[in-house]
């Protein structure tokens, strides 16, 4: 008899904005269609249903003893290094018997770049059909934003990728929240460096609140100043690509072939104004809806410990 291969769970952020949260869900049905052999159930970590554990509860209903868990995230920051993993670690707890590996998050991957640049040529319309179109394109990558500079530096890093080769004035990276250049201040120096046309593309990977925070904020901007060019892309949406993306990183994580990047991480390295979280505990979430078996809840964020193989 053949060892089924494991499950896949899917670990999403959450967020407020009931379309985005939609997305989420509708996307993990849709990775189940297209993979029959396979359990698939998903989960958030906070703010909007349903909560990790009652995925993993799912899956275990149904028999699963052992799955890989994939962040559907684009970039490794509090919540891919420490609440995943500590929810994680609980689940184990309240389910003896379970296995489990833990995926990479998954950007700055060439196939998201290649649908970011899609995005880009639809924004532009008929306005970009030819590279000397895309000399006098500036492009602002705007991600999440975190307070961990790891994060930040991997949209920086997504955003040298998009620009590499694609003929682009340039693509300038900023944040909508926590970080800094915001919105405003990342058009201002897009200006600043020469720009004529700027699209504002967000680095997110549903739509919800903060990508709308971006839109708006946008608009507002070019409101303001009427000489430049500004259009806004949409997020990178449920593709192929990304589909694809997920079911490569689940294999990943069943091979155990992992290069998680610690080299810049806040909770193993001394970062300058970070001292104090090197080795800080890991502990999960408290989700609204989880019931909370282990009988206390942490409603604080609490990252650290780090629990991602090497």
């Known amino acids: 008899m053949t060892t089924p291969p494991p499950a896949l769970l ?30 698939v159930a998903g989960g958030f970590i ?6 990790l554990g009652e995925a993993v509860t799912e899956l275990v209903e149904r028999g699963v003893r052992r799955f890989a868990a994939v962040p559907l995230m684009l970039v490794s920051a509090g919540h891919a290094k420490g609440d995943i993993p500590a929810a994680l670690a609980r689940e184990k707890e309240r389910n003896p018997g379970i296995s489990y590996t833990y995926g990479r998050p998954l950007g700055p991957h060439p196939s998201l770049l290649k649908v970011l640049e899609r995005r880009l040529d639809e924004a532009l ?40 080769g694609r003929g ?13 250049p915001d919105v405003p201040s990342g058009l201002d120096r897009c200006v600043k460096l020469g720009a004529r046309r700027i699209v504002v593309l967000p680095y997110f990977l549903f739509t919800g609140i903060l990508p709308e ?48 990047n610690c080299d810049s991480c806040v909770y193993r390295i001394a970062l300058p104004g970070f001292e104090d979280k090197v080795g800080m505990p890991q502990q999960p979430h408290f989700h609204p809806d989880d019931d909370g078996h282990d009988g206390h809840h942490h409603g604080h964020h609490h990252h650290g410990g780090h629990a991602h193989a090497h």
Request: hydrophobic share 40%; no cysteine; proline share 8%.
């Open 213 to 260: 925070r971006v839109r708006q904020q946008t608009e507002d901007w070019a409101a303001a100043h009427p000489e430049t060019e500004v259009r806004s892309a949409e997020v990178i949406g449920p593709e192929p690509e990304l589909l694809d993306l997920v079911m490569e990183r689940y294999r990943e994580a069943v091979k155990g072939d992992l290069r998680m």
């Open 125 to 164: 319309g008929e306005s970009a059909r030819t590279p000397a179109d895309r000399a006098d394109v500036t492009v602002l990558l705007v991600g999440r934003g975190s307070t961990d500079p790891d994060a930040n530096a991997e949209v920086h890093k997504a955003a040298r990728l998009l620009w590499e």
């Open 10 to 39: 899917i670990a999403g952020h959450g967020t407020r904005d009931e379309a985005g949260a939609e997305a989420f869900r509708s996307f993990v049905r849709e990775l189940g269609r297209r993979h029959p052999e396979l359990p």
């Open 168 to 180: 682009y004035a340039g693509v300038e990276p900023a944040f909508v929240s926590l970080a800094a």
């Open 46 to 51: 906070e703010l909007s249903p349903p909560p």
